[in-house]
C-alpha cells in the first residue's frame, strides 16, 4: 500500500488527545505544515497556552514554551525580543485569550510586537467542561448558562479580531475556519500569511480560527460542523481585517 500523506516534519508521532470532531488537530496540522513550507521548524519557538491545547508542546516538533493562563503574548513578547531571528508563536483558545489574557493579547498588539497568534475560537472553556466565555454566543446553553447566553445578565460576544482592527500598530488580521474541506484549504493560506507578516517583519499578526467543541456543544461531530457554518460565522464573519502596508 502507498503512503498517500506524511506526517508534517513540525509535527511528533504522538496521537493527539482531543475528543472526536474537535478541530484543534486540523489546526495544530495545518500550522505544522506551513511551518514545514517556510523551512522555518528549526528557528520557531511555539508558546503553548492553557485550555485542551496545554499539550501543545506533545505535540509540536519543535521548541515550545508553556505559558500561564492568558499569559502567552507576554511570553512570545520576551522570546521574540531576546531572540529576534526565531520565528515566535502563540496558540490559544478564546478562554485563555479573550477572557484571562484579554489585556495580554491587546496590549501585545497594541505594541505592535512581531509575532504570530494562532486564535482557535470554539466559543466556550472547551477543557474544563464548557462554561461560558467571552465568545459564547447569545442564546448559547453553556454549563454556567443553562438557559442560553443572555445579553443582560452575561453582556455580548467579543469580537477580537474586530476589537483589535481598530488599533494602528498590528499588520495581519484574519478570521478563518476549518469546518468543511474548501475552508481547510483556505486557512492555510491565512495562517502562512500569518507568518509570512513576521518572517517578513511587517509587525504583529493573528488569525482566529472558528473551531468546533462537539462534546461541550452537545452535538456530534457532523453537527457541530453545520452548528460553526450556520450560527458562529454570521457573527463572527470570516475574512481579513488588516494587512500589512494598510493601517
Ligand atoms: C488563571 C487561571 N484561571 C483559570 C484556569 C482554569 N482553566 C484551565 S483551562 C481553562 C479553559 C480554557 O478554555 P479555552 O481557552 O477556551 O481553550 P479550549 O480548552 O476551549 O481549547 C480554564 C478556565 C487556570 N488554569 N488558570
Not at 1 to 24: R, V
Not at 48 to 70: E, I
Request: charged share 20%.
Amino acid at each position: 500500500m502507498s503512503l498517500a500523506l506524511n506526517l508534517p516534519e513540525a509535527l511528533t508521532d504522538k496521537a493527539f488527545h482531543y475528543c472526536p470532531g474537535c478541530t484543534h488537530g486540523i489546526v495544530h496540522r495545518l500550522v505544522a505544515e506551513v511551518i514545514d513550507e517556510l523551512g522555518i521548524r528549526e528557528n520557531t519557538v511555539g508558546i503553548a497556552s492553557v485550555g485542551c491545547s496545554v499539550l501543545a508542546y506533545n505535540y509540536f516538533n519543535l521548541d515550545v514554551v508553556q505559558a500561564a493562563h492568558g499569559r502567552a503574548p507576554a511570553v512570545a513578547t520576551g522570546v521574540k525580543r531576546v531572540l529576534p531571528e526565531q520565528v515566535v508563536f502563540t496558540y490559544q483558545g478564546d478562554g485563555d485569550l479573550a477572557s484571562i489574557g484579554t489585556a495580554e493579547i491587546v496590549h501585545a498588539a497594541a505594541r505592535g510586537e512581531k509575532i504570530t497568534v494562532i486564535f482557535v475560537n470554539n466559543s466556550c472553556y472547551g477543557m474544563t467542561g464548557g462554561q461560558l466565555a467571552p465568545t459564547t454566543l447569545l442564546g448559547q446553553k453553556t454549563t454556567t448558562s443553562p438557559l442560553g447566553r443572555r445579553e443582560n445578565i452575561d453582556g455580548y460576544p467579543l469580537n477580537i479580531i474586530e476589537m483589535l482592527a481598530t488599533l494602528r500598530a498590528p499588520a495581519f488580521l484574519a478570521r478563518t475556519s476549518v469546518h468543511k474541506p474548501s475552508m481547510v484549504v483556505r486557512a492555510k493560506k491565512v495562517i502562512r500569511k500569518a507568518f509570512e507578516t513576521q518572517i517578513n517583519n511587517e509587525g504583529f499578526a493573528m488569525v482566529e480560527i472558528l473551531s468546533t467543541c462537539p462534546v461541550n456543544w452537545g452535538l456530534t461531530p457532523i453537527q457541530a460542523l453545520k452548528w460553526l457554518e450556520e450560527k458562529m460565522i454570521p457573527i463572527y464573519p470570516l475574512g481579513e481585517f488588516k494587512l500589512p502596508g494598510r493601517s
